[in-house]
Structures are given as structure tokens and as C-alpha cells.
């Protein structure tokens, strides 16, 4: 069974900093780019960032751009999100989500950055 | 770069037909065929529904079926059932490795 299971997520004092992760299993995650997406509360969908299959191409929402980094570990069959310098508007449920061809499937259960003093 | 524009709310009653439209620009829904359709019933993660405009991932009942128009992409849902009743969310490729997702749509069934 194809899954992605977030973690990492937690309570954090704006300024502050939190590494996301996204473990993956039951397809060849170094074959697909994985993406970040978040959900503010009550809120839409928001797309993050983006990288592709070996980590050398990523991209950023403005955003977070110089904020944000996100990488992955092929060995490790995971995906990451750094981030610094986090502000109460990040405060959101953070998605990983594996593309295939242009859209994305599957989305991980989500895990819940709050951001606030 | 906005989100794509899609109506707040939209419903109707069991077996009923339903259309929510998500409308962009030239620059994201009208230059690409690579609109997706997503279903996030509360408390729970998005679901693929659509992919490619029109396109079905199996396991998706044929009662849900997209279109595309000019900047505007919908998403019909026919044969309303209860459990149809959740958030929708549109979502295009805008060019260089960056996506939008639509505001959202939250699907009463009555």
C-alpha cells in the first residue's frame, strides 16, 4: 500500500524553528517529486514547495521562499521541510504529497504546526 | 500568484446533479490541461477525484466527471449521495515547478 506519514509537527514560538517528515512506503520514492502543501485552519489549500527526484531541482511558494527548505533522503525514504524564522501565519496543517504526472496522489495524513507565543 | 477562484458553497439533494467551477487565467486553467480535482471530507486528508481535466483515478465512482472551458475547469457530480458531502478543491500547474489550488468549495448535500 502506497502511504506518506507526516511528522515533526508541534507547538513553536514565532522566530523559532521546525523540521518536518514525511516517511514514505509502497512505491520507489526516489523514482517521483514529492511536494509540501498546507492548510491553515479553516482555511484552503496552500501550495509549499516542491523537489524532484534526486533533490537537485526544488521549488518555493513566495511565501516562504528564504524560509522554508525542503529536501529529501533517498536511502531513508524521506521527505523534509526546514523551517526558520516561522511567523503566526504559518501556522497550518502540513501535507506531503507524492506527484504523479501533474497532480497528487497520495496526500499524507497531515501534522499541525502552530506558531505562536 | 492567486488561487483560483471557486464558488464558497454549492448544494443539492440526493440524486441530484451538482457542477462547482474553478476559474483561473490564461496563465494557469487556460494554458494547461493539467487541472486535478480533490475531495477532503472534515477532519481528513485530500483525496484525488480528477486528474487532467476529465481524467478518473480508479477506485472513483463515474458518477464524478470534469470538464475545462476556456480559464475555467468544473467538476460534476451526478447521482448525489450523502456521502458526496465534503470540501472540493480545484488545482492547476501555473509553469516552473510551482502549483495553485482553488479557494475551495464545501458540498452540502441536503
Known amino acids: 500500500e502506497v502511504q506518506l506519514v507526516e511528522s515533526g509537527g508541534g507547538l513553536v514560538q514565532p522566530g523559532g524553528s521546525l523540521r518536518l517528515s514525511c516517511a514514505a512506503s509502497?512505491?520507489?520514492?526516489?523514482?517521483?517529486?514529492m511536494h509540501w502543501v498546507r492548510q491553515a485552519p479553516g482555511k484552503g489549500l496552500v501550495w509549499v514547495s516542491n523537489?524532484?527526484?534526486?533533490?537537485?531541482?526544488?521549488t518555493y511558494a513566495d511565501s516562504v521562499k528564504g524560509r522554508f527548505t525542503i529536501s529529501r533522503d533517498n536511502a531513508k525514504n524521506t521527505l523534509y521541510l526546514q523551517m526558520n524564522s516561522l511567523r503566526a501565519e504559518d501556522t497550518a496543517v502540513y501535507y506531503c504529497?507524492?506527484?504523479?504526472?501533474?497532480?497528487?496522489?497520495?496526500w499524507g495524513q497531515g501534522t499541525l504546526v502552530t506558531v505562536s507565543s | 500568484q492567486s488561487a483560483l477562484t471557486q464558488p464558497p458553497s454549492v448544494s443539492g439533494s440526493p440524486g441530484q446533479s451538482v457542477t462547482i467551477s474553478c476559474t483561473g487565467t490564461?496563465?494557469?486553467?487556460?494554458?494547461?490541461?493539467?487541472v486535478s480535482w480533490y475531495q477532503q471530507p472534515p477532519g481528513t486528508a485530500p483525496k484525488l477525484m480528477i486528474y487532467?481535466?476529465?481524467n478518473r483515478p480508479s477506485g472513483v465512482p463515474d458518477r464524478f466527471s470534469g470538464s475545462k472551458s476556456g480559464n475555467t475547469a468544473s467538476l460534476t457530480i451526478s447521482g448525489l449521495q450523502a456521502e458526496d458531502e465534503a470540501d472540493y478543491y480545484c488545482?492547476?500547474?501555473?509553469?516552473?515547478?510551482?502549483?495553485?489550488f482553488g479557494g475551495g468549495t464545501k458540498l452540502t448535500v441536503l
Open positions: 504529497a507524492r506527484r504523479v504526472g501533474s497532480w497528487f496522489d497520495p
Open positions: 490564461s496563465s494557469d486553467v487556460g494554458s494547461y490541461n493539467r
Open positions: 487532467e481535466v476529465s
Open positions: 523537489i524532484n527526484t534526486d533533490g537537485s531541482t526544488t
Open positions: 488545482s492547476s500547474y501555473i509553469g516552473s515547478s510551482t502549483w495553485v
Open positions: 509502497g512505491f520507489t520514492f526516489s523514482s517521483y517529486w
